[in-house]
């Protein structure tokens, strides 16, 4: 397959959604050509070396401004002529500076069922609120906090002896099975997005 859709991946840490992306690239519509993560030492970096996948680190730090800090990753990723971002652990608020430059071409994944709980801890936000269902949502990224279009998302239970550890992990084995399905989705054309809905099909 000559013109598989070059995607860019923007980590922070551990990478466990990396290496599915990684692991399911084979075969699919999409290629991973860039790894760019924002910490130093980050595993993620070595999953992508391992890959083949060549990598930068970014330190937000070495920037007095954000929308510097932005530029230095936009920079990059055009360099490998990437045409879609995927979020996989990636740290850092992107402001409306990034976002605006990438339009429609960001891909979040989150661990909860948006619109609820958006930000930090999502499933520790779940298992406070009490709610029997939780799970992930791949999204598009906007402005907002985890607020931009919903992909596709998918459900697990939640036990009544859950700790956020064991709802973290049930919810990460989704995750892994989500991503690369929607990354091929949009690589393939199958998702289209029309304003806030979705259609098409995994
Ligand atoms: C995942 O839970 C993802 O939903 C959230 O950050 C975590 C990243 O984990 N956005 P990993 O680095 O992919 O293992």
């Known amino acids: 397959m ?11 840490g551990r990478g466990s959604n990396l290496r599915a992306l990684l ?4 075969g699919a519509a999409y290629q991973v050509v860039r ?4 910490v130093a030492g980050a595993p993620a970096l070595e999953l992508a070396a391992a890959a083949g996948v060549p990598t930068a680190v970014i330190p937000h730090r070495d920037y007095a401004r954000r929308a510097d800090f932005e530029d230095a990753l936009s920079a990059e990723l055009r360099a490998a002529h990437v045409q879609l971002v995927v979020l996989a652990g990636f740290m850092r608020v992107l402001t409306p500076h990034f976002v605006g430059a990438w339009r429609d071409r960001i891909v979040n994944i989150h661990p909860s069922l948006l619109p609820a709980f958006p930000g930090l801890d999502a499933q520790a ?8 269902v939780a799970g992930c949502t791949a999204h598009l ?3 907002g906090t985890d607020t931009g279009p919903i992909l596709a998302q998918a459900a697990v239970p939640v036990r009544w002896d859950d700790t956020a550890e064991a709802l973290s992990a049930r919810i990460l084995v989704e995750e892994h099975r989500l991503l690369p399905r929607v990354v091929n989705a949009l690589a393939l ?12 099909d995994l």
């Open 2 to 12: 000559t013109d598989r859709l070059r995607v860019g991946v923007l980590v922070s």
């Open 23 to 26: 692991a399911a690239a084979d």
């Open 35 to 38: 790894v760019l993560s924002n």
């Open 125 to 132: 936000q779940a298992l406070a609120a009490g709610v029997r």
């Open 141 to 143: 990224v906007d402005e």
């Open 189 to 200: 054309g199958t998702l289209r997005v029309e304003g806030r809905r979705v259609m098409g």
